[in-house]
């Protein structure tokens, strides 16, 4: 047997009511960006709607990697120029008093190979990670349950918000300490920290070359690891993750490592469940690039608009050699071109794919 699990078509198994179950997340996400939309007077995501970092920089893959590792992107020794969003999960605009997972958004330019389906001819791979090492829920069947309840969160009132994120995240706190995990406690409950001090996932797998992996972005300067302590005063500022992060990136740059994780048991490390913990004793996270952001104005307001408005991360905008794999990901394969879509043209915005990081507004 060989030590990692190899990529074939046969390791994603279909439901036979999948498409059903997508075509009501996608519904009840379009329920969700009318309500948005209307409080707004303008479109936004459906989900991580409020960013608050949106920066340059560059990914250059390790040279000398071994065999396995040398895969896709990562085949060979390179650099690209990346633009990346840096954003709170809900999809709605509120008070980083409310706190929840982020994400990180990264697009990267001048990639190379063929491409998935509706991205033939584009030279971008998107990564859309989030803070936890899994998603919330295993499969799009159990996402639909939860996206259901979250349609109807705009109508919830800030101050609820705030009062169930607090009691989550000392419930968090206190799960954490007794060794117990909580991915879906997390997704409301989520620990103030600094949002470059945070390690982001894809969550759920992808295709790795010849293998499969889930992939990891992790702070790893000196500088950012002070950020780890620093609290953030949420209380008295609205948008203090932007605050902490323009800050940081003002005076500093940050130096993230990708790790991948490579599948060794598709029963102890599953592609048909998310939510599933893949444990590092069995397969450690391994470092195949660095991705850095130099100092700069990582929130300018032409940058913004572009990142928020014009662009569009999407799991599907990626070469077929790292095509996102289970249920979970076949959901997103699907809602994100539709969304983004939806999104960009109620904004009259553009719809093509940028070439080249001059696209992209100092
Ligand atoms: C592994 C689990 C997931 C992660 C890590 C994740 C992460 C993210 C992130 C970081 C963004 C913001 C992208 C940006 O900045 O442009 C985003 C947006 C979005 N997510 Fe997810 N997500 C996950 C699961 C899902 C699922 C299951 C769905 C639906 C089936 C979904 C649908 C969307 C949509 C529609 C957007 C907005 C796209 C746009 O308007 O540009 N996500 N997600």
Redesign the pocket.
């Known amino acids: 047997m060989s030590r990692f699990v190899p990529y074939s078509p046969s390791v994603e198994v279909i439901p036979d009511d999948e498409a059903e179950t997508?075509d009501k997340?996608?519904q009840s996400?379009h329920r969700l960006s009318d309500r948005t939309q209307e409080q707004n007077r303008h479109a936004?995501?459906?989900?991580?709607a409020k960013?608050h970092g949106v920066a340059v920089g560059e990914l250059v893959v390790s040279e000398a990697l071994p065999p396995e590792l040398r895969q896709g992107l990562f085949a060979k020794p390179g650099t690209y120029p990346v633009v990346v969003?840096?954003?709170n999960?809900p999809?709605e605009i509120e008070s980083d008093a409310v706190s929840t997972q982020?994400?990180?958004?990264v697009k990267i330019f001048g990639v190379e190979g063929e491409m998935l389906p509706g991205h033939a001819g584009e030279v971008t791979q998107d990564w859309?990670?989030?803070t936890g090492d899994?998603?919330?829920?295993p499969t799009?069947k159990a996402?639909l349950g939860i996206?259901s309840g979250l349609e109807h969160a705009p109508q919830v009132a800030e101050g609820v918000k705030e009062a169930v994120s607090k009691v989550s995240r000392a419930t968090n706190v206190a799960l954490h300490a007794i060794g117990v995990d909580s991915a879906n406690m997390d997704f409301f409950g989520h620990p103030k920290i600094h949002p470059l001090a945070e390690a982001?996932?894809?969550?759920?797998a992808i295709r790795y070359g010849d293998y499969i992996a889930k992939l990891a972005v992790v702070p790893v300067s000196a500088a950012q690891r002070t950020l780890a302590d620093q609290k953030l005063d949420t209380a008295n500022d609205p948008d203090a993750l932007k605050t902490a992060t323009v800050d940081y990136l003002r005076q500093n740059d940050a130096v993230f490592e990708v790790r991948v994780q490579l599948c060794r048991d598709l029963d102890a490390m599953p592609v048909e469940n998310?939510n599933k913990e893949w444990k590092e004793d069995e397969s450690p996270y391994r470092t195949v690039a660095t991705l850095t952001l130099p100092r700069q104005d990582a929130y300018t307001e032409t940058r913004r608009k572009y990142?928020d408005d014009e662009?569009?991360?999407?799991?599907s905008h990626s070469l077929v050699a790292h095509r996102p794999l289970g249920s979970?990901?076949r959901?997103?394969l699907?809602?994100?071109p539709?969304?983004?879509r939806?999104?960009?043209m109620a904004n009259g915005g553009l719809l093509e794919e940028p070439r080249s990081i001059e696209n992209v507004p100092a």
């Open positions: 997508i997340i996608i996400m936004i995501r459906v989900s991580h960013s969003r840096l954003a999960v999809g982020r994400g990180l958004a859309v990670l989030d899994r998603f919330a829920a799009a996402f996206h982001y996932f894809t969550q759920a998310a990142v662009l569009s991360f999407c799991v979970i990901m959901a997103r699907q809602a994100y539709v969304m983004s939806h999104r960009r």
